[in-house]
């Protein structure tokens, strides 16, 4: 801890009420209880009475924290409405003779061509990295709390753009805007939901930012089926302004506070965060927070004459980073980010039995469901076996309507009665690619990576997302150009079977291994190939509290806070 932290810390912990329990005074009795523990263990047939560090779960406990994930939710949510956005407004400003939409949707003050309606669907993706890349040089200084309100503000500014834009510019300008705030939101979203969540809640929690996405997405979606886009848009102003006060009403993370030296207010946002109780109940908590940074910052002071470059160099690096970057370039070029990008149109020329908005709409409502089977099954299941689920029944259902596409070019009398047969089977690949494909790599990224580089690399890793959702939508009408629909989607199944076998041989299941063995897996250059992670015996209170956010390194030694 640098001199100042350090400082500012003793003198907040001086300044604690007698009966707060003195953190410094009491580390000796935590200790001591520790010790006790232990003896307890060989007297009473190997079990440990951690109940005196074991949290309370009960739903007045996760309450608070429930609020505070569903407030920064509302970000995400505004987010996952400009990516549906262009869904809706494609119909209406790019025309096409296989078009049939209603004369209400079309836009009377712009129009595009097939070259800026390729850029319509890429230019939001494209500037996410590049927010990426500053979120966490620029939102660490304020904290998480002030960052993420002030998002809100370009997000009302990029609607307002959309809802006035006559011309290209000022429709390119708004999805840039877009584009840029979703990418400073990864640093103090991400971050937020580890570092205030508890560990049995921390799963479950931090997987709804990837649901909420898609919510936003669907709200564009159902909104589209009755109002012209311009109007959609108008009424998405109010997320940000709802999140905007949400927001102002939670706490800051106790984690950024301890680390700025403001121990007293990381106390009150403690006590909110796990339940509104006394501070009595949060001490421990606490006291063990403030040693977990005053040993990373003296970990990082050790290590300042590395240089940077070294941690990425490692296997413990690249192994992990090589497969969430798979996971990603699968999940993009499996054919999900054009397919929704370009729903209407694809239903509309497949010869959809129902309405390609109202068909667009089933298809957001195949990718919720998707998702809430995921999270349902996740910790029963594991990774491995839903990613196998998903890549080979995305692949199937490719191959299915690349068949159909290919019959109707050639023979369309055959396929006369069976019209439905893209309708389901896209609407069920939707749902396949969300059991797993989709939503995996962001739920690997906060376990794979140690502690040390796990910030970066977070944010390495999902930058190479939005450039692969890029790529895959930039190129959507010159794939198309020269390999037809049918190729297409023949493409698409090709890619999800690949990436089934690759994965199969490669990634690990993580699901409820511990992070340290986790790392020490991807350490090991024997187990590159080997998909089974070994646990190692830890003292069993370690999974009782928030030591385990991965956000966070801890040790058994004494506190010298």
């Known amino acids: 801890m640098n001199p100042d932290t350090r400082k500012k810390t003793e003198s907040a912990l001086s300044d604690f009420p007698e009966n707060h329990s003195n953190i410094s005074n009491n580390s000796h009795n935590y200790q001591n209880q520790v010790q006790d523990s232990k003896s307890q263990l060989n007297n009473n047939n190997n079990e440990i009475d951690d109940s005196w560090i074991k949290p309370k779960k009960t739903f007045k406990n996760a309450l608070p924290q429930i609020l505070a994930v569903s407030a920064k939710n509302c970000l995400l949510l505004t987010y996952g409405m400009t990516l549906g956005l262009p869904t809706i407004a494609i119909p209406a400003l790019y025309h096409t003779s296989a078009s049939n939409s209603s004369s209400f949707r079309h836009d009377e003050l712009l129009q595009l061509n097939k070259e800026q309606t390729s850029w319509f669907s890429s230019i939001n993706l494209i500037c996410v990295p590049l927010g990426c890349i500053i979120s966490g040089t620029i939102t660490q200084p304020f904290g998480r709390k002030p960052s993420m309100i002030a998002l809100t503000l370009p997000f009302l500014l990029a609607w307002f753009l959309f809802y006035y834009a006559s011309t290209v510019i000022e429709l390119y300008l708004a999805l840039a805007l877009c584009g840029l705030c979703g990418g400073l939101l990864e640093a103090p979203v991400l971050t937020y939901v580890a570092e205030i969540t508890e ?75 796990r339940g509104w109780v006394k501070p009595d109940a949060v001490q421990y908590e606490l006291s063990m927070l403030s040693k977990s940074i005053a040993l990373n910052e003296e970990k990082v002071r050790m290590k300042q004459n590395k240089k940077f470059y070294s941690f990425y160099m490692k296997r413990t690096f690249l192994l992990p980073y090589f497969i969430i970057t798979a996971t990603f370039f699968f999940g993009n070029f499996g054919g999900m980010s054009t397919l929704q990008v370009n729903a209407v149109q694809i239903f509309e020329t497949l010869g959809s039995p129902i309405n390609g908005y109202t068909s667009t709409l089933i298809l957001g409502m195949a990718q919720l469901s998707g998702s809430i089977i ?169 999974k009782t509290w928030a030591i385990s956010n991965p956000a966070l390194e801890v040790d058994q030694t004494e506190t010298h806070i």
């Not at 999140?243 to 009403?249: E, R």
């Not at 159909?404 to 939707?430: D, R």
């Not at 797993?436 to 580089?453: A, D, H, K």
């Not at 977070?458 to 895959?472: P, R």
Request: one cysteine or more; hydrophobic letters at 50%; proline letters at 5%.
């Open 199 to 273: 560990p049995h809640l921390r799963g479950v929690l931090g997987a709804l930012s990837s649901t909420t996405v898609i919510l936003g997405s669907i709200s564009q979606f159902i909104l589209g089926d009755f109002l012209h886009w311009r109007k959609v848009v108008l009424y998405n102003t109010i997320v940000p302004v709802i999140a905007l006060i949400s927001l102002l009403l939670i706490p800051e993370s106790p984690h950024w506070l301890i680390s700025k030296g403001r121990i007293a207010d990381a106390e009150k946002s403690l006590c909110w965060l």
């Open 374 to 542: 995921c999270l349902i099954l996740i910790h029963w299941t594991g990774k491995r076996p839903l990613t196998l689920v998903s890549t080979l029944g995305t692949s199937l259902c490719f191959f299915v309507v690349s068949a159909y596409v290919f019959t109707k070019q050639y023979n369309e009398q055959i396929i006369a009665n069976v019209t439905w047969i893209p309708l389901v089977f896209l609407n069920m690949a939707a749902f396949m690619t969300h059991i797993s494909i989709r939503l995996l790599p962001w739920m690997l990224i906060g376990e794979v990576y140690p502690p040390n580089i796990r910030a970066y690399a977070s944010g390495a890793s999902g930058s190479s997302s939005y450039i692969f959702a890029f790529i895959a939508n930039k190129s959507y009408f010159m794939v198309l150009d020269h390999i037809n629909l049918s190729g297409t989607f023949l493409l698409y199944a090709i890619v999800s079977i690949v990436g089934c076998v690759v994965l199969y041989t490669m990634m690990p299941e993580t699901e409820g291994v511990p992070l340290e063995d986790i790392q020490e897996h991807f350490a090991n250059k024997s187990k590159t190939f080997v998909i089974k992670i070994e646990r190692s015996d830890k003292i069993r209170r370690k």
